[in-house]
């Protein structure tokens, strides 16, 4: 099987390690590409290459996915995936675009570099070729787990666009915390600022805009930040609940 990566981001890189197959990247950035390739073993082909595949892996961020899948569904004879974080929209797109092809969508919920995990998958039109792809990611020790598109975008609002939003609030509103007076929950809160803070700005900022999880951090911080101590006791036991 040849596979070609459309984008040579982390997580482009990521699906060429964990398949195992002959692979061609290509991004907008001619030099991007090159170094996947480089790294990772394979290729460099240009972005408007009219080459086929046995299967294109779109791998572009978030706001770029419907446009990429619709630019390269031709490049694919048997499959099209995507690994671009968001699932409603691309498995559409897909579908208008493919609709002969086999098609999933998956989303790696971690960084790479903190592979294995779990992997989201939507298995739009099934066949061998996807079959293999799976295959060969849960030989790499991933757990598959499958999902709705639907469910899959409503649970990213919670767990990655609201979570982000609640550890960045705490990290921009924490003050200087002189040596010896920290607690454990400052401590562990303080590690996921600087887990949160150590990846790509525009990724995190693609987050909040596709799932918009911040609002509902900022209500519920209000209701605390206004609550009287009673009113404060019920929502301390409401989280405990």
Not at 25 to 33: I, K, N
Not at 88 to 93: E, K, L, R, S, T
Not at 139 to 149: C, F, I, M, S
Not at 160 to 187: E, I, K, M, N, R
Request: hydrophobic content about 45%; proline content about 7%.
């Amino acid at each position: 099987m040849n596979v070609l990566v459309v984008g040579a981001g982390a997580m482009g890189r990521w699906f060429a390690e964990s398949v195992d197959s002959e692979v061609a990247f290509a991004d907008a950035d001619p030099e991007a590409a090159a170094d996947a390739a480089s790294d990772v073993g394979g290729r460099a082909v240009a972005l408007s290459t009219d080459e086929t595949f046995t299967a294109v892996c779109v791998a572009v961020p978030m706001p770029a996915a419907s446009e990429a899948i619709a630019e390269h569904a031709g490049n694919a004879e048997e499959a099209l995936v995507d690994v671009t974080g968001v699932m409603a929209d691309p498995v559409a797109a897909m579908a208008e675009h493919a609709p002969d092809r086999e098609r999933a969508s998956l989303h790696p919920l971690f960084g790479p570099e903190s592979a294995p995990g779990n992997v989201a998958v939507v298995v739009d039109s099934p066949g061998p070729v996807t079959d293999e792809l799976l295959a060969a990611l849960a030989a790499r020790g991933n757990d598959l787990v499958e999902t709705t598109p639907e469910e899959h975008d409503d649970a990213m609002e919670t767990v990655q666009a609201s979570a982000h939003a609640a550890v960045l609030a705490f990290a921009l509103a924490a003050g200087p915390v002189p040596d010896g007076l920290t607690t454990p929950v400052y401590d562990r809160l303080a590690e996921l600022a600087d887990q949160v803070a150590g990846g790509d700005p525009r990724v995190y900022a693609d987050i909040q805009s596709e799932f918009g999880g911040a609002d509902g951090v900022a209500t519920a911080a209000r209701r605390l930040a206004d609550a009287d101590p009673a009113t404060f006791e019920r929502l301390y036991e409401e989280v405990g609940e």
